[in-house]
């Protein structure tokens, strides 16, 4: 891969007062960043142990509504 450098050349650049600054009224170049993506991640794979917390989940929510339906069956008897 080649490296680009992302800052502005001030001989080259329009807008650049002497010292790098910018003038009211200019956009600044931008600022600089990686130029590069990172590393390929292969050790967090996208799925994973995601159906067993969602089943727990989904159980407990209908353990609760269930206990409450009862609940509220018992005070109108």
Do not use: C, Q
């Not at 600089?32 to 989940?57: D, F, Q």
């Amino acid at each position: 891969m080649s490296h680009v450098n992302p800052d502005p050349e001030p001989e080259r650049t329009t807008g650049l007062e002497p010292g790098g600054g910018v003038p009211p009224g200019e956009t600044p170049p931008a600022e600089s960043s990686m130029p590069e993506a990172g590393p390929r991640e292969t050790h967090n794979p996208p799925k994973g142990w995601a159906k067993g917390p969602l089943t727990v989940i989904i159980v407990l929510v209908v353990l609760v509504a269930a206990f409450f339906l009862a609940y509220a069956l018992t005070l109108m008897l």
